[in-house]
């Protein structure tokens, strides 16, 4: 079955740290996309994709890089954790005018 | 960048009754809209979308949407307890990128 799987569902980073957020997709869509979710502002675009080895800026892409190195797999990383940045952050792929497919979610806590 | 808002944050409705959710988005000349229906702890999921201007019907949902008034409703026919949630309008861009509403909360009470 098509998915996508984020890992870790949970973290807990140190202010100051770097953090890595995973995601993998079997849906073989070509568009992939980072958002953050927190209570008031819904989902708010940070970094997109089209393919492999791009990447885009979204809404809110400061304090956050991402990475694409295949057409299944897509990071988000933070150099610096701030304990802005704790929040529950959701992946998901989507091609054409499709339906996006989400992932669980990671919930991060910076300390 | 779309600005999508969504009215009300929060809807408690009894079992069997009619649910109606609103969204406004921003550019009349936005791709598609779709609803998201999320439940705790969990990813959103894809309920229905719409393009032209009028309604789409799926099973007990409508969708009603004017491009002129920048408006999109959602109407859920005979609530069940299972449909509470929080429910996401979404508006695609012309790149391809679903800009989101903060959400409707939606309580259905047996």
């Known amino acids: 079955e098509a998915a996508v799987t984020q890992s870790p569902r949970n973290k807990v980073a140190v202010t100051g740290g770097k953090v890595t957020l995973s995601c993998n997709q079997t849906?073989?869509?070509?568009?992939m996309y980072w958002y953050r979710q927190d209570t008031g502002h819904g989902l708010r675009l940070i970094h997109y994709?089209?393919?492999?080895?791009?990447?885009e800026k979204g809404d809110i892409p400061d304090g956050y890089k991402a990475s694409r190195p295949s057409q299944e797999n897509f990071s988000l990383i933070l150099e610096l954790a701030t304990p802005s940045q704790t929040s529950v952050y959701f992946c998901?792929?989507?091609?054409?005018?499709?339906?996006?497919?989400f992932g669980s979610g990671t919930r991060l806590l910076v300390i | 960048q779309e600005k999508v808002q969504q009215s009300p944050e929060s809807l408690i409705v009894p079992e069997g009754a009619m649910s109606s959710l609103n969204c406004t988005f921003s550019?009349?000349?936005?791709?598609s809209i779709w609803w998201y229906q999320q439940h705790p702890g969990k990813g959103p999921e894809a309920l229905i979308?719409?393009?032209?201007?009028g309604n789409k019907k799926e099973g007990r949902l409508t969708v009603y949407l004017n491009r002129a008034s920048l408006h999109v409703s959602l109407h859920i026919r005979d609530s069940q307890p299972s449909d509470s949630a929080v429910y996401l309008c979404a508006v695609r861009s012309n790149y391809n990128v679903l800009y989101f509403g903060s959400g409707t909360k939606l309580t259905v009470e047996p």
């Open positions: 979308s719409i393009f032209s201007n």
């Open positions: 994709s089209y393919g492999a080895g791009s990447t």
């Open positions: 550019n009349s000349a936005s791709q």
């Open positions: 849906n073989n869509h070509n568009n």
């Open positions: 998901a792929s989507g091609t054409g005018d499709s339906d996006y497919t």
